[in-house]
């Protein structure tokens, strides 16, 4: 069965002893949401109780966006159920509950959390905050630490790394924020004004050199059960709580870049705002509140190795975050908290400062030793 607006009644009738929303037979209403780049995205819910629904995401075998030409293992939506499961293991209710997942079609029918936002739209608006930063780093911080390679047994650390072997998006992500964006590729664009700054990216060896060394580090280090797309059109906000949603590339990787892509969606946001003290100040503040509660809540089986792998692990997160500032400005998927900028002059101000600062993170990540000497690049 190919799934789609004529077919999901069938479907869901065929799943309902598994899925267990709906009373067998009621007229259900379905609607497409979402404009993700990869997946389909459903809402279904009761036509007489609107109240009683479901979100379900279903997985072609292709990239959505570019159709069958351009095929895509339908694997993803495993390695999603997978994270769904742990995370709600480990931090009950930081993301949305799983009702069913059918492997065999690449669906998930998971909670509808349709009265949320989106935290990148929230941060476009200048809304700010600084709780849902700390509870996304509370978040970041349990799951890392307690799927750490130093932190579990042997055997256990083998098994979330074949459960989270999902090479297939890793690699996706290795192309397009560590490789693509420095070099002639036909997907990457850029305001016009940004040729010359780009053009002497792409020459300054020293940053290219960095960059494949943070592109090592993303390929081959096993420490912990990572995000892998963690920025802020991945978190919903509803009732003040955050809800992290779109675990598709979760991989046992380095755990640092989740914080990386995180915070550097909150650096964006920063330099969008660049007329708006009030809400520059409050991002920084946000950035600062992520790493706190990150390390307050990461914890260690031996504790005198907290402070070493927390400093490898922050100056992997600066590295990784210059890295995907510069690829939303001169890759492939760039951000409406600025391509969202009208005055031409203006967008490009803030892409010629948010570029020098990415750049420079990149540069300094192994020098930088606190988030408070990051914050001071900002201001």
């Known amino acids: 069965m190919e799934l789609n607006l004529a077919t999901l009644p069938d479907y869901l009738h065929q799943r309902h002893e598994k899925i267990r929303i709906f009373e067998p037979e009621v007229p259900l209403h379905i609607e497409e949401i979402g404009d993700g780049n990869l997946n389909t995205v459903y809402r279904v819910s009761d036509v007489a109780h609107p109240e009683r629904s479901l979100v379900l995401k279903h997985a072609p075998p292709y990239i959505k966006i570019l159709g069958p030409d351009y095929p895509l293992s ?10 769904l499961e742990i995370y709600n293991q480990l931090v009950s209710g930081t993301v949305p509950a799983q009702y069913d997942f059918d492997a065999a079609m690449s669906v998930i029918a998971m909670e509808d959390l349709r009265d949320a936002s989106v935290l990148r739209d929230d941060l476009i608006a200048g809304k700010v905050d600084t709780a849902i930063a700390e509870q996304v780093g509370r978040f970041m911080g349990i799951v890392h630490s307690q799927t750490y390679v130093d932190n579990v047994p042997k055997a256990t650390a083998q098994h979330y790394s074949q459960q989270f072997a999902n090479t297939t998006m890793q690699s996706i992500t290795a192309d397009y924020v560590f490789t ?3 070099t002639e590729h036909e997907t990457n664009f850029w305001t016009s004004g ?33 995000h892998g797309d963690l920025h802020t059109g991945s978190v919903l906000v509803q009732d003040n709580t955050a809800k992290v949603i779109d675990a598709e590339f979760a991989f046992y990787g380095p755990v640092g870049f989740d914080i990386g892509l995180y915070w550097a969606n909150y650096f964006l946001a920063y330099f969008s705002h660049q007329d708006t003290s009030r809400v520059q100040s409050a991002l920084k503040t946000a950035v600062e509140k992520v790493w706190d509660t990150y390390t307050a809540e990461f914890t260690m089986v031996d504790t005198g ?25 001169i890759g492939a998927a760039h951000v409406k908290d600025i391509e969202g900028i009208a005055d031409l002059s203006e967008k490009l101000s803030v892409e010629k400062a948010a570029l020098q600062f990415g750049t420079t993170l990149v540069k300094q990540c192994q020098s930088l030793r606190d988030v408070a000497a990051v914050i001071a690049m900002l201001s």
Do not use: M
């Open 74 to 83: 339908t694997e993803r939506l495993t390695y999603e159920s997978r994270a």
């Open 180 to 182: 693509f964006p420095f």
């Open 194 to 226: 940004l040729a010359p700054d780009v053009r002497q990216l792409k020459a300054d060896t020293d940053f290219l050199q960095q960059a494949a060394h943070l592109k090592h580090i993303f390929l081959t280090a096993q420490q912990g059960v990572t």
């Open 305 to 329: 190795l907290k402070a070493q792998v927390l400093g490898n692990i922050f100056q992997d997160a600066v590295g990784f975050a210059g890295l995907e500032v510069l690829r939303r400005l």
